[in-house]
């Protein structure tokens, strides 16, 4: 647990390990996530089966793991992924070559599969991640992120932000930030999911030590609301599943619902 306050920018993201993060992590598929996937891909599912033209998407912060970007894959004609991590990069990277994702990877595309609407998509999924997947590095506190989002922010129509705000700085003013950055980018009423480690004390990936911002389902909700509480959409809930993937946390907390559609005049900047 860190003691001392640890910014964004002072954390130590070169050394962040993705194989031993992927490996412990996603290497099967563990009751957390089994659980996220099913509220997911019915959040998914019923919104696109109401609004079936094809989408862009964005996963922001999107680290290694790549459920998010399949929960999003069968309605999007392009998904960006940003990512700050040097090694995260990379493993993104990686994913998009000739063989596309990694065999552990299928798992989850089966889970997702549950969904009716995602049973009913035809093509190969490897093919159309290859095709449709771009990975762009930036950070989600940096200008140069917000001029991208702000540059397209008409058109991401979906997203997705997993264990990203809360796990990349102490401070709860940050976390706000990040989660402002993230929902400042999507359309007004563009369907939306994000994942939340609660009380985290901050965590490994590899030998390196990450830092976290204590934040509860009250933190997430009122970090959120500004964004998607006026459309009446907003559902914040903590995980049932006991089980814990690692120690120094109290659970995980699931956040999804559908962009305002109102004035950006009244909500924070990112």
Known sequence: MLDEVVLNEQAPWSEFDSDAYVAGNYHE???ADAEIISIMRDHFGGYFAE?????IGVDVG???NLYPALAMLPWCKEITLFEHAPRNLAYLTRQLEPESYDKNWDQFWEALRENREYAEF???PRERFREVVRVAPANILASDLGEQLREKREAWSVGTMFFVAESMTTE???FRRGVACFMRALAPGAPFFAAFMEHSEGYHAGDAFFPACD?????VLESLEPFAGKSGTLHVRRLRTPVKVRAGYSGMIVAYGRRNSDSDDDIPEC
């Open 215 to 219: 934040v509860g389902e009250s933190e």
């Open 29 to 31: 598929l563990q009751a």
């Open 62 to 64: 999107a680290g290694a």
């Open 172 to 174: 709860e003013e940050e």
């Open 122 to 124: 035809k093509g190969d």
């Open 51 to 55: 609004h079936p033209d094809p989408v």
